[in-house]
């Protein structure tokens, strides 16, 4: 089977940095994704990691270790509008579809 | 380009109607999905379609069934709609259903089943 484990709430302050992890079990892996869902809307892709290491995209960066099956999701010069869940997510070659985690929800404070 | 389109935006059944929601793609995806989303489960697959001409089960596809019309096309269908399908329904597509292509979803449908 597969599992995924994230922290249902964070809460950070304007201008801070906060680390979002996730960690994964499951019988065959490809990569490790992050969304990010507004309350109201649908979820957005934020980045991909298929390989150990980290992955810069702006204000975001996603890190993945398989060897610990662990990844995390750094946002860095938080803004109120990064108030938002995020999900991680995994995808297994042998079932050829893509689990989502329960989410995390992240509150910024001013 | 539209992205990810679903109808309707908002359903209220009666427990024991049927209905279809509908969601169609325009970026020439191949594979196409279907989630719901409860407060604190966050997204649980129901069907997917790898491929046109395929479906498959996800982690909750009981009381639902899926038909991939055409590679734009891929509806949900309930033929006995029950309380504990009140959720919101997103689809989504991708290039592939390798998760190495990222997911585009369309802006969901809201059911309340009474």
């Known amino acids: 089977g597969q599992s995924l484990e994230q922290p249902s709430e964070v809460t950070a302050v304007e201008g801070a940095i906060v680390q979002i992890n996730c960690t994964y079990q499951?019988?065959?892996?490809?990569?490790l994704s992050w969304y990010q869902q507004h309350d109201g809307g649908a979820p957005t892709f934020l980045s991909y990691n298929a390989l150990d290491g980290l992955e810069e995209t702006g204000r975001f960066s996603s890190f993945l270790s398989r060897s610990d099956s662990y990844g995390y999701l750094l946002l860095q010069e938080l803004q109120m509008k990064d108030s938002a869940s995020y999900f991680c997510a995994v995808s297994d070659p042998r079932d050829d579809k893509i689990i989502f985690g329960k989410g995390t929800r992240l509150h910024i404070l001013p | 380009n539209a992205g990810v389109t679903q109808t309707p935006k908002f359903q209220v059944l009666k427990t024991g109607q049927s209905m279809t929601l509908q969601c169609a793609q325009d970026?020439?995806?191949?594979?196409m999905y279907w989630y719901r989303q409860d407060p604190g489960m966050g997204l649980r697959l129901i069907y997917y379609s790898a491929s046109e001409g395929t479906t498959d089960k996800g982690e909750v596809p009981n009381g639902y069934n899926v038909s991939r019309l055409n590679k734009r096309e891929f509806s949900l269908r309930l033929e006995s709609a029950a309380p504990s399908q009140t959720s919101v329904y997103f689809c989504?597509?991708?290039?592939?259903?390798?998760?190495?292509?990222?997911?585009?979803f369309g802006p969901g449908t809201r059911l309340t089943v009474t």
């Open positions: 499951t019988s065959g892996f490809y990569g």
């Open positions: 989504a597509s991708s290039e592939d259903s390798s998760g190495s292509y990222e997911q585009y």
């Open positions: 970026m020439n995806h191949n594979s």
